[in-house]
């Protein structure tokens, strides 16, 4: 992936203007045979640029407002032996408006945009065949949000928000057909998905206190045509097979309808003084997804991730230290709850055990003539090599391990990363 970008603010004469301008190029490459293992089954060359530009006014009766405009310029090149997406150019491009105003121990915040975004996919001809037919979409949508936030007291915030969103379907969405190797599956997309749109509301409350800071959340988003893919279903309730070079892949198709996401997250920060230095932070979160009409017996929305519990401890030392400054040491406790709750249409997904993680770091700026002369980040994951799979891995449904009887493949057991990061002044 490279990535050139320029970040630039200037200061106008009611205001600063911010311009940014990128670059990128992508080379996604996904090797499949083992027997030619240097193939490249899939490869996707992205180009991509972005820019995002925005007027921040000065503040005037308490009000702060920005306005701006932002988008991209996209355009794909298949590269690999085998063709999942067809060759496409994107172009998008949306502006908005944003103002800020407070107002004695209320805040207020809103902002509205509108988007516009074209997509077109070339044709692609294999073996005398139309593989994918050419395509051009549209979407435009107006979307916005307003919200509130009031202090009870100097140490409690209540916070309440209400917003309208919309999200294009994006081309795999659209236009696959073919194998997808990193998932195991045949895709097929469907060109007459719309826009999802959203409504969602949320509310929140803060408690910052000496000793403890509490941060808790609740969501509602109710998503008109809600993108999902599900297996297809062939004769006799058995899944549909697509035969590709000699093996039998099963079929997903990309579709849509109604659904609700609520849930919510809680954090606990207890820092208790005098010992300034210790941390015990705890995060609970949890989300549930469903459908607004039964599909196979079934409401549940697909992938949905299970919900989670992390608990912290961590100890921060030596602020001002003259050779170690700022260090960190932290354990950490990270235990993912049973999902029991899969989207079982057509055999699409089954339920995910439960699993606990333990980790832990230690980080340090290097100091010399009190300048930093490096940073050094040491973190370990799945110290106890637990194995599990988590339930929004893809590769869940793979072929049974015969080493170890196991199906699908299971996320990464115990791993040490070292990080050195070096400033250079000039």
């Known amino acids: 992936h490279l990535k050139i970008i320029t970040d630039n603010s200037f200061r106008t004469g009611n205001g600063r203007l911010t311009l940014n301008?990128?670059?990128q190029q992508n080379l996604r490459r996904e090797f499949g045979e083992a027997d030619t293992p240097e193939e490249e089954s899939l490869f996707f060359d992205l180009s991509t640029l972005s820019y995002n530009t925005a007027l921040h006014f000065d503040d005037r009766n308490g009000w702060n407002t920005s306005v701006g405009l932002n988008g991209m310029v996209q355009d794909n090149n298949n590269r690999g032996a085998e063709v999942l997406i067809p060759e496409y150019g994107l172009f998008d491009i949306g502006g908005f408006v944003y103002a800020k105003k407070i107002r004695g121990r209320a805040t207020f915040s809103g902002g509205a945009r509108y988007d516009y975004r074209s997509l077109?996919?070339?044709e692609f001809r294999e073996g005398g065949d139309t593989r994918f037919a050419r395509l051009n979409r549209s979407f435009y949508n107006l979307s916005g949000s307003a919200g509130v936030s009031y202090s009870v007291t100097d140490?409690?915030?209540?916070k309440a928000n209400l917003a309208r969103g919309f999200r294009a379907p994006s081309m795999p969405e659209l236009s696959s057909n073919g194998t997808h190797e990193?998932?195991?599956?045949?895709?097929?997309?469907?060109?007459?998905l719309k826009s999802e749109i959203s409504l969602q509301t949320d509310a929140g409350m803060e408690v910052n206190s000496e000793h403890v800071l509490i941060n808790a959340a609740l969501f509602l988003n109710r998503i008109n045509n809600f993108i999902y893919f599900r297996k297809l279903a062939g004769a006799g309730s058995q899944d549909s097979l697509v035969e590709v070079d000699g093996e039998f892949i099963p079929a997903f198709r990309f579709?849509?309808?109604?659904?609700s996401l609520y849930g919510?997250?809680?954090?606990v920060d207890i820092h208790p003084h005098p010992l300034d230095w210790l941390h015990w932070e705890n995060t609970f979160s949890y989300v549930r997804g469903l459908f607004r009409d039964e599909t196979a017996g079934t409401r549940n929305v697909p992938y949905i991730p299970a919900a989670r519990w992390t608990s912290e401890l961590r100890g921060e030392f030596l602020p001002d230290g003259r050779t170690f400054r700022n260090l960190r040491v932290h354990m950490e406790l990270q235990h993912t709850f049973s999902q029991d709750h899969p989207f079982t249409a057509y055999g699409t997904e089954t339920a995910t055990?439960?699993?606990?993680?333990?980790?832990a770091g230690l980080s340090s700026h290097i100091m010399k003539h009190n300048r930093p002369l490096f940073s050094v980040y040491f973190n370990a994951t799945n110290l106890t090599d637990a194995a599990y799979q988590n339930h929004l891995s893809r590769l869940k449904y793979a072929a049974e391990n015969p080493v170890?009887?196991?199906q699908g493949v299971f996320n990464m057991g115990r791993n040490f990363s070292l990080r050195l990061n070096i400033p250079f002044s000039f």
């Open 255 to 259: 579709d849509q309808q109604a659904a």
């Open 404 to 406: 170890t009887g196991r």
């Open 264 to 267: 919510g997250e809680v954090l």
């Open 120 to 122: 077109t996919a070339r």
């Open 353 to 359: 055990a439960g699993y606990t993680l333990l980790n």
């Open 21 to 23: 301008i990128g670059w």
């Open 155 to 158: 140490n409690f915030i209540l």
């Open 182 to 192: 990193g998932t195991n599956r045949y895709e097929y997309g469907n060109k007459d």
